[in-house]
């Protein structure tokens, strides 16, 4: 018999629910906001706050800006629900990319384990602690990697050969991506639009790491800045 264990205004847990539980959960509560890990016999319902989803958003749509920019093949994926039954684990990432593997998922309207591979990036926004260790999960799902996201640090964890993983100072699927400087975006939400943080963060991509002067305004482009870099004759 289930047992509950009410853990926080958004979390739920409970004990000794089944596989097939688990995924009929997973169809009922398909076309409602509320995220569902399983690991093992244990299920927690999670309700997601506006401030959860709000960073899970945001940090997506840097990743999006910074791809864009440098013009990187992406496939997301948002919160799919990725389980294995062999592994009796299953959860939602907050948001999630196919990069290296994007060519591989590309046209795919379901995900498959048995053909498709995972995703090489997933976003995980843990403010209030999930009562499962979701990064075992993550492992045993075999995500190559995790950015996770606890409301004043941005950290990296690459999976390794020991099915384990290693914090990391740098991501290994946007060797380029700028950790650091996301974290001080992030850190202007209360106090910005998320429209213009995405912007500024642009403004920044184009001219720290591409090396294209922005002073013609936030529009601006690589093709315009050439265009408007001429000097011109006679």
């Known amino acids: 018999m289930a047992t509950v264990e009410a853990l926080t205004e958004y979390r739920v847990l409970l004990q000794g629910i089944s596989w097939q539980t688990y995924e009929s959960l997973l169809k009922e509560l398909n076309d409602r906001p509320i995220r569902l890990t399983y690991d093992r016999g244990s299920l927690e319902i999670m309700s997601p706050s506006l401030a959860h989803e709000n960073y899970g958003r945001l940090i997506g749509r840097f990743v999006e800006a910074f791809t864009e920019e440098l013009e990187i093949a992406i496939r997301s994926g948002g919160s799919t ?20 593997n994007e060519t591989r998922i590309r046209g795919k309207k379901e995900f498959d384990f048995a053909s ?22 993550y492992a045993a799902l075999r995500i190559p990697e995790v950015w996770r996201f606890d409301g004043e640090a941005l950290a990296v964890y690459l999976l390794r050969p020991t099915a384990k993983y290693e914090s990391s100072t740098r991501s290994r699927a946007l060797p380029k991506f700028p950790l650091a400087v996301v974290l001080q975006f992030l850190q202007q939400v209360d106090g910005q639009d998320e429209t213009s943080l995405v912007r500024a963060f642009r403004r920044w991509v184009r001219e720290h790491i591409l090396g294209v002067r922005t002073g013609a305004g936030p529009s601006s482009t690589r093709r315009g800045h050439r265009k408007n870099g001429n000097r011109r004759r006679g």
């Open 116 to 137: 498709d591979p995972p995703p090489d990036l997933a976003i995980e926004v843990d403010i209030t602690s999930s009562s499962l260790e979701r990064m075992t999960i």
């Open 81 to 100: 629900t990725f389980r294995k039954e062999a592994k009796r684990r299953g959860l939602e990432p907050d948001e999630c990319y196919w990069i290296q």
